[in-house]
């Protein structure tokens, strides 16, 4: 009977050992939003995901947000699922468009929500092709995204305010464009504006633009990487960032000195800068960590050309010039 007892009491003993580990393993898809998810082991077979983001970035609930991206296979295999884990959910995509089959080249795969309410909205995307998986949108734990507001962002405006007393002087609308980036000449007579799709110069003394430069090509309105505008010390000249391409102004006129085609550098910036005395300019760059051509800091001359660029893991947020020009910093950001 003793016997009994100890064999009934050692199997509790492992029932309840085994239940604590059950209730503690936790699947990737199983996981609270946010938390970290593990690593996929690498294979020769495995799939690549591309491009994942949501679009919009920003805006207001009861509007339709579209999580994409871009599936390709180096042997040309059809997936066998791709799916987005979605507030702790995986969920099928569908493809963007239901002719394309080249998976060599790639193939754009979407989902699409219209949220409710304001709220985190963590995410990422996961496909498999049979033999091996891949995940992207996804460093230790989900992408967090899109950023939800009580309103839209169709009412966007510069305003001059007056350091001393907190006056406002005077505002000027940008309609939907949202603004990237305004600057200031050293002594305050001129003010430069980047928005979606323009580059604007001001008099601060008028509330409107001495000149206005649209951009050839239209930008989508409310991305993460914003371009970027900067203004040399006396005001003369102006260097921007905006839609793939660098732009070099004078103050009189706008129409650009030089452009410089950023789009083998991954088009996108999110900050630029000019020396004070304008001999200098530099555009950060965001882009793929494996591409040597993009994540790339790009210094230039009075004339537009390249003198160099410098290629980083992460990609760059912000550059700076030193007073004298000597000198070059800048930040990086996710995901180093």
Request: charged fraction near 20%.
């Amino acid at each position: 009977m003793i016997k009994i007892k100890r064999k009934i009491f050692g199997l509790a003993i492992l029932i309840f050992f085994f239940l604590l580990i059950i209730n503690n393993v936790v699947l990737a898809e199983d996981l609270p939003a946010g938390s970290i998810i593990p690593k996929l082991p690498k294979t020769a077979d495995d799939p690549v995901l591309l491009n994942g983001r949501v679009y919009p970035f920003w805006g207001p609930v009861c509007q339709r947000y579209t999580y994409s991206v871009v599936y390709t296979d180096k042997n040309g295999r059809a997936p066998e699922y791709i799916r987005i884990y979605f507030n702790g959910e995986m969920l099928n995509m569908e493809k963007a468009s239901s002719s394309v089959y080249d998976y060599k080249k790639g193939v754009k795969y979407i989902y699409n929500n219209v949220p409710k309410k304001i709220g985190s909205n963590f995410y990422y995307f996961e496909a498999s092709n049979g033999l091996g998986k891949a995940r992207a949108s996804i460093i230790d734990s989900p992408d967090n995204g899109p950023v939800l507001f009580d309103s839209n962002f169709e009412h966007n405006e510069i305003v001059l305010i007056d350091s001393s007393s907190g006056k406002e002087l005077w505002r000027y609308s940008t309609g939907k464009e949202w603004i990237g980036a305004v600057a200031f000449s050293d002594d305050g007579k001129y003010l430069a504006a980047q928005t979606s799709n323009h580059v604007y110069l001001f008099d601060t003394s008028k509330n409107e633009p001495i000149w206005n430069y649209k951009s050839s090509v239209t930008s989508v309105i409310g991305g993460d990487v914003k371009g970027g505008v900067a203004i040399s010390a006396d005001g003369q000249k102006i260097f921007a960032a905006l839609n793939g391409q660098a732009l070099m102004f004078d103050n009189k006129s706008n129409q650009p000195v030089w452009t410089y085609n950023l789009e083998a550098n991954g088009g996108g910036a999110y900050g630029v800068d000019i020396a004070k005395n304008g001999q200098y300019s530099a555009v950060a760059m965001a882009g793929i960590e494996s591409n040597q051509n993009s994540n790339v800091l790009i210094l230039f001359d009075s004339k537009g050309k390249k003198l160099w660029q410098y290629h980083s893991l992460g990609n760059w947020h912000d550059v700076n010039f030193s007073a004298d020009g000597s000198y070059l910093s800048g930040s990086t950001g996710c995901p180093d």
